[in-house]
C-alpha cells in the first residue's frame, strides 16, 4: 500500500510539475522585456513599462523567482475550467459547432449569405496521406461572405474579420460569430448595416487554425500555440511540457511573407513563435495569401488575446511608420476609444512595434503587399477567460467591428470607365504618377493636389489598342 501511494503522489508531483502557468513581471523595463524576447520565451503578453506576462513551467518559475518578484495571474487548471464552464453555458465553440451554425446562416439568409471553403490545415493533409492520427483533424478553413448579390463578385470594397490564428485564443471565434450575428439579425431594420452590407463585400473567417483550436477546445494541450505542422516527421503531435513548447507546429502569424523569419520570429522548431521553413509555409497563411488576392480588401481585422489593444502596421522593426499612418492611427484611435476596458477606460491604440517588433504578421503583409488597413486586436485579460465574461467581452467589440465597416464605403477614390457608345464597362488603368513613382502620400493630414491618367484597352474590329483618356486633378482628403 505504502508503494502505491509513493507511485501516485510521485506521479501527481510530476504532474504539476509539467503544468505551465502565466506569471507577471510588473514595471518591465525595455531591456528585460528583450532579454526574455532574445532567450525564446513564451510571451504571453506585454504592455511597455506596465506588466510582461510568460508563459513558463514550474520550473522556469522557481528559475524566475530568483531574479524577479513574480506573480502568477493564470494557471492550467483554471483555463480548463473556464472551457468545461463554458461548454454548459454554449461558449466556446468547437469546430464542429462552428461549421454547423455558419451552414444554418447561409440557409437562414440565403439572399446575403455564402458559405465558402477556401483552404485545407496541415491536419487534412497528413489525414488524406494516410496518416491515420490526423483523422480526427481534417479540418478545413471556412469563410461566410455577407454582401447583396452574394453569388456575385461584385465592384465593391472588402472587409474581413479573423478568429484564431493562436490556438489558445479561442475567444477570437467568438467575437468573429458575435460580429456575423449582429450584421445578420440587423440587416433590414438598421439603415446603416443594410447599406454597408449593400455596398460592400463582408467577409467572416471564424478560425484560421482549425487544428490548434481543437487541440485547446479539447483541453490536450490548453497552452498550445501553433498550428499542427510535423515537424519531426513521427505522425504524430509531440508537446512537452516541460520544455513548455514542444517539437510541432508553426506560429503562422509569423509565418506570412513580409520581412519574414526576421525578429520576434524563431528559428528553432521547439519555440512558440517558430516562423516555419519557409514564407507560406504552411496550408493555413497559404489560404490566407490567397483568399487576399482574390478579393478587394480595403481594411480588416484579426482578434487575438490579450492585451486590452488595437494594433495598426507596421510591427517589423521599431519605428517604421506605414505610409498612411496619419490615416491608419486615426481610426485605430477612434476603434479603441469605443470599446470598454475591463476596469474602465478604453482599449489602448498603437504601432505594432510599440508593443514589441515582429515580423511575418498577417497585418504587415496584408498592409505592405495589398495596401488593407489591417488591424490586430488584443482582445481581454487572459488567454481564455471565463463563460461569464465572453459575452461581455464578444458585445464591447462590436460598435468597433461595424465603425471599420462603415468606414470601408467612405474617404474612397471610386468611380467606372465606360465605352462612351455602348455604355458597357471598359477594362482600364488609374495611374498616379505621385503615388506610383514618387511615393508623395506620406501625410494625409494634407491637401494634396495630384495628376491621375485613366488608360484604357480598347477593341475597334480585331485590333486592340491603348488609349489614354484624360488626366484629372483631384484633391485627395483621407
Not at 64 to 89: G, M, P, W
Not at 420 to 437: H, K, M
Not at 464 to 473: A, E, G
Request: with cysteine; hydrophobic share 35%.
Amino acid at each position: 500500500m505504502k508503494k502505491i501511494v509513493l507511485i501516485i503522489l510521485i506521479f501527481t508531483f510530476s504532474l504539476l510539475l509539467a503544468e505551465k502557468m502565466v506569471v507577471r513581471i510588473d514595471d518591465p523595463s525595455s531591456q528585460t522585456f528583450r532579454y526574455f524576447q532574445e532567450k525564446n520565451y513564451d510571451i504571453a503578453s506585454y504592455n511597455p513599462d506596465k506588466y510582461l506576462d510568460l508563459v513558463v513551467t514550474q520550473e522556469q518559475y522557481n528559475q524566475l523567482q530568483k531574479a524577479y518578484d513574480i506573480k502568477v495571474t493564470q494557471t492550467e487548471q483554471e483555463l480548463k475550467t473556464n472551457l468545461r464552464n463554458s461548454k454548459e453555458l454554449d461558449y466556446y465553440r468547437n469546430y464542429e459547432e462552428v461549421l454547423a451554425e455558419l451552414q444554418s446562416l447561409e440557409e437562414t439568409y440565403p439572399d446575403i449569405c455564402k458559405l465558402y471553403d477556401i483552404g485545407e490545415t496541415q491536419g487534412k493533409i497528413y489525414s488524406e496521406e494516410g496518416h491515420t492520427f490526423y483523422d480526427n483533424y481534417n479540418h478545413e478553413i471556412w469563410a461566410l461572405k455577407v454582401s447583396d448579390n452574394v453569388e456575385q463578385q461584385e465592384d465593391e470594397p472588402g472587409i474581413y474579420y479573423l478568429g484564431p490564428h493562436h490556438s489558445r485564443e479561442p475567444l477570437s471565434t467568438e467575437v468573429v460569430m458575435t460580429n456575423l450575428l449582429h450584421i445578420l439579425e440587423n440587416y433590414g431594420s438598421d439603415a446603416t448595416i443594410t447599406a454597408n452590407v449593400d455596398n460592400s463585400q463582408i467577409w467572416f473567417v471564424p478560425i484560421v487554425n482549425p487544428n490548434g483550436h481543437k487541440i485547446v477546445i479539447d483541453e490536450n494541450d490548453v497552452w498550445w500555440r501553433k498550428n499542427m505542422r510535423d515537424n519531426n516527421n513521427d505522425h504524430n503531435f509531440d508537446t512537452d511540457y516541460y520544455s513548455g513548447y514542444g517539437d510541432d507546429g508553426v506560429d503562422v502569424n509569423r509565418n506570412y511573407g513580409w520581412e519574414w523569419g526576421l525578429v520576434g520570429a524563431s528559428d528553432n522548431i521547439n519555440d512558440p513563435t517558430y516562423h516555419g521553413p519557409e514564407p507560406f509555409s504552411e496550408p493555413e497563411t497559404e489560404t490566407i495569401k490567397q483568399f487576399m488576392a482574390d478579393n478587394h480588401f480595403v481594411a480588416g481585422i484579426g482578434y487575438h488575446t490579450y492585451g486590452q489593444l488595437v494594433l495598426y502596421p507596421y510591427g517589423y522593426t521599431s519605428g517604421a511608420y506605414a505610409p498612411d499612418h496619419e490615416a491608419i492611427s486615426t481610426l485605430g484611435i477612434e476603434m479603441a476609444n469605443m470599446i470598454p476596458g475591463h476596469d474602465g477606460g478604453s482599449y489602448t491604440p498603437q504601432n505594432a512595434w510599440e508593443l514589441y517588433s515582429s515580423t511575418g504578421g498577417i497585418d504587415d503583409y496584408a498592409y505592405g503587399e495589398h495596401g488593407i488597413f489591417s488591424y490586430t486586436i488584443e482582445l481581454a485579460t487572459e488567454f481564455i477567460p471565463p463563460a461569464s465574461v465572453v459575452s461581455q467581452v464578444t458585445q464591447n467589440n462590436i460598435d468597433a467591428a461595424m465603425h471599420l465597416l462603415d468606414r470601408v464605403n467612405h474617404s474612397t477614390l471610386t468611380g467606372h470607365i465606360t465605352d462612351e457608345t455602348t455604355g458597357l464597362p471598359v477594362q482600364a488603368q488609374v495611374y498616379i504618377p505621385e503615388i506610383d513613382d514618387y511615393n508623395a502620400y506620406k501625410n494625409h493630414t494634407v491637401p494634396m493636389q495630384i495628376l491621375v491618367d485613366i488608360i484604357a484597352c480598347c477593341h475597334r474590329g480585331n485590333t486592340m489598342f491603348t488609349i489614354k483618356l484624360m488626366d484629372m486633378k483631384l484633391k485627395i482628403y483621407l
